[in-house]
């Protein structure tokens, strides 16, 4: 269990904050730059992580405080990792004799470096939803914090479980300026939207609270919908889930009240309309939120919609965009695909999405390379680029580009970058593109440029390249992968995207803290090891 929840709770302290000055405490002197990575390349557009520094903060109460007590003037509240604990003496059995591991509990601190709570909680970010995966799903809340601590339990007889102690979460939530706080006693969350968190309390109930710390209502732990937070699709103000039976029903997200129902399946509204399937033909159609047919059952699948269109298959499995008017936009033939590109989406999941595209080519050969027969923008309308005709790849069915000599073309959304190296582009992330160029069936080597066509990493120069949005900042980082003389192979990480209000927060072997945008130390902590605090 904890394997699984340790990178996940060290991502958590990921975030950024506003810049300000503490008080009472002098900054010190800026330290000279950091090594960064030991690699001939220049980095100078990423962030490195930073070197340690002497203690720098204030405290808002003067004795250890463990526990956020709500107050109306803190201002912002920014997570810090404040404690170093090694895993399997906190959390593991004596005769534990797994890998030895480091996890962190996290304190909160304002802008202005005061220290309102200690370092107490094993979790602290912003909630979001933890059960789906890629960063299209992410539901990030900026408003409030989840707070997490792991409560020590007697085993349960029946659980696979020979340890000698038990341990399960507990989870409470704060307004992100601290002015509410609830306890910590439940045991599962859920964040459905960016404004609706899903609390479970140990008995089973299921409290819906917005971000004003309301509780809008409360699914009963038997409810007749068999609500269960990873199966709920919230958006356009509705909820869908299933019952016990399998059938599939549409609620109010405001007051849980029963709306619309039963269909053999559904999907969430997006953009006025859901995709239901059938009972009767078994096809998929829209509805809108009065529960009448806007398209009629016509499809074997229909995806979300976005920017007024939708991708769907008809009849023979062939792919088609459709219009809420239910004109076809485009169709395509056998032996045709249409691919939603860009805006991070994959498959038929697509509603909501920005910067999304289509691509209408001919089937991938053995090389992975198929042929343009069109492109069209989010909104149905025809992209010049990438041109009729042309041969392309397309990595996971998203990212599309061409070699052209010792360039990369690569498209996005109507326009082609050039970009200085050859090779396939495997993912992309802003402004910033990671190639791909294969040395033999099994062998790969990596890149990292920018749009504007600047080399950050040649080929050969990272063991591994990869960018991760965590949940909890919903902010794309790289993670670059090296290995040295001797063979130990280490990983460092970097932002892409800009801190969030100026704010860069700083994870290292000395501690953590936080620096402004001039590279001044707002809040520096030193780890407390196991055993400086009682």
């Known amino acids: 269990m904890m394997k699984k929840w340790v990178p996940f709770v060290c991502a958590l302290a990921l975030l950024a904050g506003c810049a300000g000055t503490p008080q009472e405490t002098p900054a010190p002197a800026a330290s000279p730059s950091p090594p960064g990575v030991r690699v001939q390349t220049d980095w100078s557009k990423l962030e490195p992580k930073a070197e340690g520094h002497v203690p720098l903060y204030t405290r808002r109460y003067e004795n250890w405080t463990d526990r956020l007590i709500p107050a109306d003037d803190y201002g912002k509240l920014y997570p810090f990792a404040g404690e170093k604990v090694p895993a399997r003496h906190r959390y593991m059995g004596a005769e534990d004799e797994g890998v030895p591991t480091d996890i962190y509990k996290y304190g909160l601190v304002t802008e202005r470096g005061e220290v309102v709570v200690d370092p107490v909680y094993d979790l602290v970010g912003p909630p979001c939803d933890r059960y789906l995966d890629g960063p299209s799903f992410y539901h990030p809340m900026p408003d409030l914090l989840l707070l997490g601590v792991l409560v020590e339990r007697e085993p349960d007889p029946d659980a696979d479980y020979d340890g000698p102690l038990a341990w399960v979460w507990r989870y409470g939530a704060a307004a992100r300026d601290g002015s509410w706080v609830t306890e910590l006693v439940y045991t599962h969350y859920y964040a459905a939207d960016d404004h609706t968190l899903l609390l479970t309390r140990e008995n089973g109930e299921t409290e819906v609270w917005d971000a004003s710390g309301a509780v809008r209502f409360t699914i009963p732990a038997e409810s007749e919908g068999g609500w269960s937070p990873q199966m709920c699709g919230w958006s356009d103000g509705m909820v869908v889930n299933t019952s016990y039976q399998g059938e599939y029903y549409y609620y109010d997200a405001q007051t849980g009240r029963r709306l619309l129902g039963p269909y ?6 997006y953009e006025g309309l859901a995709a239901v399937q059938d009972g009767r033909s078994g096809l998929w159609g829209y509805i809108d939120k009065a529960g009448t047919w806007a398209i009629e059952p016509m499809f074997e699948q229909a995806g979300n ?7 769907v298959r008809v009849i023979g499995s062939l792919p088609a965009l459709v219009g809420r008017d239910g004109r076809f936009a485009l169709e395509a033939n056998q032996g045709e695909q249409i691919i939603p590109c860009g805006g991070d989406s994959y498959g038929y999941d697509v509603g909501g999405r920005e910067g999304l595209w289509y691509l209408h080519c001919t089937a991938e050969d053995g090389n992975g390379m198929v042929t343009v027969l069109g492109a069209y923008g989010g909104d149905g309308a025809p992209l010049a680029q990438p041109a009729v005709g042309e041969r392309v790849t397309t990595w996971w069915g998203s990212a599309v580009s061409r070699m052209q000599g010792n360039e990369t073309l690569f498209y996005q959304n109507g326009v082609a970058y050039p970009l200085p190296l050859a090779g396939v582009v495997r993912e992309a992330a ?11 069936e099994q062998a790969y080597q990596y890149a990292l440029v920018s749009l504007d066509g600047t080399v950050l990493a040649g080929y050969g120069e990272c063991e591994s390249l990869s960018f991760y949005v965590p949940p909890e900042t919903g902010r794309t980082e790289l993670r670059a992968g090296f290995r040295d003389g001797t063979g130990d192979y280490r990983d460092e990480t970097y932002e892409l995207e800009p801190a969030e209000e100026g704010l860069t927060y700083v994870l290292e072997d000395w501690g953590c803290g936080y620096r402004n945008a001039d590279g001044v130390w707002a809040f520096c902590w030193p780890w407390l090891l196991l055993g400086d605090v009682e």
């Open 264 to 269: 053999l399946s559904a999907q969430p509204f």
């Open 305 to 311: 919609f976005s920017q007024g269109m939708a991708l």
């Open 430 to 440: 802003g402004q910033y593109v990671i190639l791909q160029k294969a040395l033999s």
